[in-house]
Each structure stands twice: as C-alpha cells, then as structure tokens.
C-alpha cells in the first residue's frame, strides 16, 4: 500500500512538472507573438501596419548664412523636436518648425528689411499668395540678428500673424526671441 501511494505521489509530481513546464512553454510563445514589433518601412522605419501618430517638419531659412550660434540654437531645436517623437513616429508635417530670422525677402521686389512691409505689400508682389498650411501646428523659432532686431520685432508683429492667418495655419507658438 505505501509503495502504491508513493508511485500515486510521484505520478502526480510528474504530471504536475509536465503542466507547469507546457505553460512556461506557452506563455514564452505567446510572448514572443505578443512583444514583436511591428512591421515597418525598410527606408523610414515607419510602421506600415497603422497610421502614423505625428508628423513634424523642420524648415530652416537659409536665405542668410547661419552663424554659429544659430547652428547651436538650430541643433538644440532639433533635439527638442525629436525628443517630442513618440516610438515609430516622423519628423515631417502637421507640426512644422520655422527656424527663421523672419525677415523675409521673396518675392525680389519685396523685402521685409526695408520700410514699410506689410502683408499687403507682400501679397500684392507676391502671384502665389501663401501657402496652404490647413491642420498644421505651427512653432517659430527665431534666429536673432542684433543689427536688425528692431526689424525682426516689427515683422514678428504686423507681417507674420497676417501671413500666418491667410495660410490658414492651425495653431501658432512662438518662443521667446533670443
């Protein structure tokens, strides 16, 4: 009787070894089918499998020669912007970043340098009008130019909200001058 009960003890030792061992076996495969990545695109690393969650654009004025410390400033943006990312998003539109002196000089008969510069000034010597930048967020970033902030102040002020508005731009944050 006591070897029946002994071989009944460990039929069931066995038995419960062999169960707990399938469902480590099993929760490993069902981990590794559940903490995949997901699919992405070879050259962007995007996901291709659902809708991209942000995109950002970073445009920088390069009308004028960046001097070093608006190098440093452009660099500090772009870190900031990519730490905004989240995993598997893109640096590309909806959230567009104007890293800019804001003294515009396109079309050539207008220039924001020289007195007076309006919006309307500019729209009249400009054939395309603004761009279209509907369901777009948009942050400025100005570079300072010491020899013409009076300028800048002025084109921040009475040019860009008018040009901004007419570009139908979603939202508008600007940071703080340098």
């Known amino acids: 009787m006591r070897r029946a009960r002994a071989a009944r003890g460990s039929n069931l030792l066995g038995v419960a070894l062999i169960v707990a061992a399938m469902a480590v076996l099993g929760g490993l495969g069902a981990a590794t089918f559940l903490l995949r990545p997901p699919p992405l695109d070879e050259t962007t690393l995007c996901r291709i499998d659902a809708p991209l969650g942000a995109h950002t654009i970073v445009l920088?004025?390069?009308?004028?020669?960046?001097?070093?410390?608006?190098?440093?400033?452009?660099?500090?943006?772009?870190?900031?912007e990519r730490a905004r990312l989240g995993q598997y998003d893109r640096l590309t539109i909806r959230r567009l970043v104007l890293i800019s002196d804001l003294l515009e000089h396109d079309p050539p008969s207008f220039s924001l340098y020289n007195e007076p510069a309006n919006y309307a000034a500019w729209r009249a010597a400009s054939p395309q009008g603004p761009p279209?930048?509907?369901?777009?967020?948009?942050?400025?970033?100005?570079?300072?130019?010491?020899?013409?902030?009076e300028r800048q102040a002025i084109a921040l002020t009475e040019f860009w909200p008018s040009f901004f508005d007419a570009a139908d731009v979603q939202t508008v944050s600007t940071d703080p001058a340098p």
Request: proline share 8%.
């Open 60 to 80: 920088v004025d390069s009308t004028d020669r960046l001097e070093p410390r608006h190098r440093r400033k452009l660099r500090a943006v772009l870190m900031q």
């Open 132 to 149: 279209d930048l509907e369901r777009v967020d948009l942050r400025v970033v100005p570079l300072d130019r010491p020899d013409h902030a």
